[in-house]
């Protein structure tokens, strides 16, 4: 089917160059008839005019606002738009600023914070994030020491010009420990070690015995053994630089508690014997999905005005296209597409040939050579013009069951703001989340299978804490949320859910609806994706990333529990345990 793209006019843009086209014509007879009466004064007075008007027909013109056109078959035409840039974003323009898209923004953030570190190695009230192991640098008993990052806390650092590193609760500064050779406390600025700021990143410092050395948090009293996952109350030492264990995450106080503000209004459950830290906020249930009266619950007539598919790829646009044709050979139409990829975009004009068969399926390429899942979803996000979005990983194929339909009904008809399936052939993957005290310390848990209780009015529906990643979800509320969490380049699906619970918002899980989940084999993998998504050592982090946002110190999931008389939940049989020390 050809692509007729709409070009939509602004009626007062219109007007505006109707009329400036009649007072064109109007002045041109006007100098013709002042030439004629030989009044010079006048004439070039209407040259004047002339000349205003014609920069403004200029002006209207250029601003013009309407979407691109493409008038043919859509292959030829999409594949010279897509190769004119990196990433290509095709949305409606006014006269208005442009306003930046989510990328941008990053960028533009990260650049901003690298010219203010740069400014001779100087920053003021900032938070000293370890890179690696999630966790925060803090002080106890003026010893520098690993913590949980806690918006709570004053954890706050600053850097002189000079390259002092005070505390700025305790106003004292970074000094060595005399007792512990290496070790790093507080202590008299006068005595202060001199550190330079590398790469907007490293502490370093050529303090003892003129050897660069730098700031790592290490393995207890083994002070030049350095532990990169970061254990809770291991002290900071100066060791030999570390690729990994050495980098620091220096963010400012304003920018760490507007990411942490779910966290910090979590309340303690009172008396509450199994979960009695903060996180144990969230395991408060959610209310009841109810049924929307008609007069306030929209219908949508179409799943194509009404959804847009979202996914992101990492270098695999030929799952994309996998996907694509199977939208097209189930529902026997095609449906909007916004696919977010990797850069960078090097592909060949086959590729974007091959694209350009699927006219709406708009496939952009980032800069960025790993930006994440989380990232690559959240700009598309920002490009969904629908009331719906259908989320999909980039190996999924849609099949008989694949009921848009229905899953559009639930969000049309109820309060729900999420409603999702399963994969063909897999174990029920939703379930709730419980924060509690699992093997003898603060941990996260997913058990797969548990909802809430049953929607009545939708047959095979539940609610629950969380899907698998097949879902349609009201696209206004998911952006007012924040989408994904950037940080969290995979391994962000738990944290998806429990911003989404924490935000009030309810989620239905249908069992009769599923897509396939048609994984490539690891002979077919790419070795730049299989190390991006099943690197052992990245996914790990990942999970304690995600552990350090809530200050818990284990993940797992649980595919064998039993419902105590209290509501509990007992896990009897534990896997995919991500422990943390």
């Known amino acids: 089917v050809p692509y007729v793209g709409v070009c939509e006019i602004n009626f007062m843009t219109s007007w505006k160059l109707i009329y400036g086209v009649l007072n064109f014509t109007t002045l041109l007879y006007t100098i013709k008839f002042e030439v004629m009466m030989g009044t010079l004064l006048k004439r070039y007075t209407g040259l004047a005019l002339l000349l205003m008007t014609t920069v403004l027909i ?62 001779d190695n100087t920053f003021t009230k900032h938070r000293l994030k370890l890179w690696y192991g999630g966790r925060c640098i803090d002080t106890t008993d003026n010893k520098l020491v690993v913590a949980h990052c806690n918006p709570e806390w004053d954890q706050s650092f600053s850097l002189s010009k ?16 005399t007792a512990r050779p290496y070790a790093l406390s507080l202590g008299n600025c006068n005595d202060a070690i001199v550190f330079n700021l590398v790469n907007n990143s490293v502490l370093q410092t050529s303090a003892v015995e003129d050897e660069v050395l730098c700031v790592n948090p290490v393995a207890g009293d083994k002070v030049d053994v350095v532990n990169k996952i970061c254990c809770l109350g291991a002290p900071l030492a100066l060791t030999p630089c570390d690729p990994e264990a050495s980098i620091l995450e220096i963010i400012p106080e304003q920018e760490f508690q507007e990411d942490r503000q779910i966290f910090k209004a979590a309340v303690v459950p009172a008396s509450s014997e199994t979960c009695n830290f903060k996180a144990c906020h969230f395991n408060k249930p959610a209310d009841p999905v109810e049924i929307l009266k008609p007069l306030y619950s929209t219908q949508c007539q179409s799943v194509f005005d009404c959804v847009t598919v979202v996914t992101k790829t990492a270098r695999r646009p030929y799952l994309v296209l996998r996907l694509a044709q199977s939208i097209r050979e189930t529902k026997g139409y095609d449906m909007k597409i916004i696919s977010y990829d990797d850069g960078p975009n090097d592909y060949p004009a086959e590729v974007w040939d091959e694209i350009g068969k699927y006219p709406h399926l708009q496939y952009y390429v980032g800069e960025d050579e790993d930006m994440g899942i989380s990232l690559g979803r959240n ?26 339909t229905k899953m559009m009904e639930v969000l049309d008809r109820t309060d729900a703001t999420l409603v999702g399936g399963k994969f063909e052939g897999f174990m029920k993957f939703a379930g709730a989340m419980k924060f509690g005290n699992y093997h003898n310390r603060q941990e996260f848990a997913i058990f797969s299978g548990h909802c809430e209780r049953n929607i009545t009015e939708f047959e095979n529906c539940e609610q629950c804490d969380s899907t698998s990643n097949i879902f349609m979800a009201k696209t206004q509320p998911i952006l007012e949320m924040g989408g ?37 084999s690891a002979e077919e993998r790419s070795k730049s994706y299989q190390k991006l998504r099943y690197d052992t050592g990245r996914k790990n982090r990942m999970f304690r990333l995600m552990n350090s946002r809530y200050n818990v110190n284990g993940l797992f999931w649980c595919s064998a529990y039993r419902q105590l008389e209290n509501g509990n939940l007992l896990c009897l049989e534990t896997k995919h345990k991500i422990g943390y020390c």
Not at 379 to 404: G, I, M, P, S
Not at 499 to 514: F, M, P, Q, W
């Open 484 to 520: 994904w969490t950037v940080e969290l380049k995979i391994a962000e699906h738990a944290d998806f859910f429990v911003k989404l619970k924490a935000t009030g918002h309810k989620v239905v899980y249908c069992s009769d609806i599923e897509v396939i989940n048609q994984q490539e």
């Open 379 to 404: 700009l598309a996000l920002k490009l969904v013009k629908t009331k719906y979005f259908l989320l999909v990983d980039d190996d999924h194929v849609f099949n008989a069951k694949t009921n848009l």
């Open 58 to 119: 200029f002006n209207e013109l250029v601003s013009f606002s309407s979407p691109p056109c493409f008038q043919s078959d859509g292959a030829a035409d999409q594949k010279a738009s897509f190769s004119l840039q990196d990433v290509l974003i095709k949305i409606e323009s006014d006269r208005q600023p442009r306003e930046l898209s989510e990328e941008e923004r990053y960028q533009s953030l990260m650049k901003l914070e690298a010219e203010a570190l740069n400014d």
């Open 162 to 177: 000079s390259g002092i590193l005070k505390n700025d609760k305790s106003e004292k500064c970074v000094v060595l420990n």
